[in-house]
């Protein structure tokens, strides 16, 4: 479980290839101090599992599930990774609750200066857009941001000076592949609710606001 407030910006330093999964090699400082093997790390939003470690780096294996949900496979030697160790009970809950679990990726389709902040549009597809509430949380490569806007093709969320310095999301391209995990708890609810309509029922249109009120939600 992770918090998606990123501790700090990894290297990639090498990539091995198997048929549909990848073997990582990630320099990083900070995160080292206490990392053992078997423990978990988001790189990019994604729990990973340690299983190599140096002073200055540590190894993971990516399976090929991974890599079908994920944007991993556009990684190179040399590109930067946002890094977070997994929430210990005794921390702040800074940003939000995080699994590491990619629900799938987005496009970014445009950046903007807005005094000092940085706009992210993000274009996802319907299947992840479906989460996407104004001011809630969603998880962009392992960052926990707000949603400031939505439309049915895309969401925007808002940079800080600091978050952009700290994450990697600052220096992201126009075109970029971005890993998305939206906020666990819309997904709770929505199986919830589908899980109790009675199977006679079960079509798309069972949904009602006298569904609601009967079972607490409206």
């Not at 799938?104 to 549009?121: K, S």
Request: negative net charge.
């Amino acid at each position: 479980m992770f918090t998606g407030i990123v501790e700090e910006i990894g290297k990639i330093r090498g990539i091995v290839h198997g048929s549909k999964s990848i073997k990582l090699a990630i320099q990083c400082d900070k995160i080292m101090d206490d990392v053992k093997l078997g423990d978990s790390i988001a790189v990019n939003g994604i729990c990973l599992t340690v299983t190599e470690k140096g002073s200055d780096q540590f190894t993971a294996d990516v399976m090929p599930e991974t890599m079908r949900k994920t944007g991993l496979e556009n990684l190179k030697v040399g590109n930067s990774v946002n890094l977070e160790r997994a929430l210990r009970l005794v921390d702040r809950l800074g940003g939000h609750i995080v699994t590491g679990h990619i629900d799938g990726t987005g496009v970014l389709v445009d950046r903007a200066a807005e005094d000092n902040a940085i706009w992210l549009t993000i274009e996802a597809n319907p299947h992840i857009l479906k989460y996407i509430i104004m001011k809630g949380s969603v998880a962009l490569d392992g960052t926990s941001l707000t949603i400031a806007y939505i439309d049915d093709r895309c969401f925007k969320v808002s940079l800080i000076p600091f978050t952009a310095g700290v994450t990697t999301l600052g220096s992201k391209e126009v075109g970029s592949k971005i890993n998305i995990e939206c906020d666990m708890l819309g997904k709770y609810i929505e199986k919830l609710i589908f899980n109790n309509i009675p199977e006679e029922n079960s079509k798309p249109n069972a949904l009602s606001l006298d569904f609601l009120r009967e079972n607490g939600f409206a």
